[in-house]
């Protein structure tokens, strides 16, 4: 069946490092989504992603869209506290309207 | 604040009793969706409405999840006879109509969690 994988689990970083999270479908992508989730917390929506190639930049953060469009990157410059949480990628199921199937997230963890 | 706002927070019930939960949509959205997540998990899709109209339902829900949302506004979500597999996050999320090759973005309320002894 479809599915949508993202690696790695987890990321664990000192703060002012670099985190990088990859998403790969196992079927062509009308478009993809990225959420975030805070520890606790519920997930937030950052940016959908439509075109073939497409890049985007949300200050540190900046998201692709694989030419094929089958993979995805998110990847932050200089992680800060603020950032620790669980960033999720998210695909139309096909032939559906209306259902995302999700990737499983990659935790980022700040180390002390 | 007005976001979607879901009710009870936390639920803890026994092997076989129903639980019911109850999810308030963003006013102006038409559309309201039903997921669950398990630690570690990303949310998997239970049901969609839009407008009092339940639209789609994961093949993968059993016959003891229903919901409803009769007048288009907010909606519930009853388990039956609770088994602890169902003990997870369930997530409600609300959303506007997006344009056309997009799925719209969606705003999600905090959660019911739900622990079955």
């Known amino acids: 069946g479809q599915q949508v994988m993202q690696i790695p689990q987890y990321q664990h970083v000192q703060e002012g490092e670099d985190f990088t999270t990859y998403c790969n479908s196992s079927?062509?992508?009308?478009?993809i989504q990225w959420y975030k989730q805070r520890p606790g917390g519920h997930p937030v929506f950052l940016i959908q992603?439509?075109?073939s190639g497409e890049v985007k930049k949300q200050k540190r953060l900046t998201f692709q869209f694989g030419e094929a469009k089958k993979n995805s990157s998110l990847h932050i410059t200089a992680t800060q506290t603020t950032d620790v949480g669980t960033y999720f990628c998210?695909?139309?199921?096909?032939?559906?309207?209306?259902?995302?199937?999700w990737g499983a997230g990659t935790k980022l963890i700040i180390k002390p | 604040d007005t976001g979607v706002s879901q009710d009870p927070r936390h639920k803890i019930t026994k092997r076989g009793q129903n639980v019911t939960f109850r999810c308030d949509p963003i006013?102006?959205?038409?559309?309201l969706y039903w997921y669950r997540q398990t630690l570690g998990q990303g949310p998997e899709f239970l049901t969609y409405?839009?407008?009092?109209?339940?639209?789609?339902k994961s093949r993968l829900l059993s016959d003891r999840f229903s919901a409803e949302r009769p007048k288009g506004s907010f909606s519930t979500l009853e388990i039956q006879r609770t088994e602890q597999g169902d003990s997870a996050m369930y997530l409600c999320?609300?959303?506007?109509?997006?344009?056309?090759?997009?799925?719209?973005?969606?705003?999600f309320g905090s959660g019911t969690q739900l622990s079955v002894l």
């Open positions: 999320a609300s959303s506007l109509i997006g344009g056309w090759g997009t799925n719209e973005k969606l705003f």
């Open positions: 006013s102006e959205h038409n559309r």
């Open positions: 409405f839009q407008n009092e109209a339940q639209l789609e």
């Open positions: 079927t062509t992508l009308s478009n």
């Open positions: 992603l439509v075109k």
């Open positions: 998210a695909g139309p199921v096909k032939d559906s309207n209306y259902q995302l199937i």
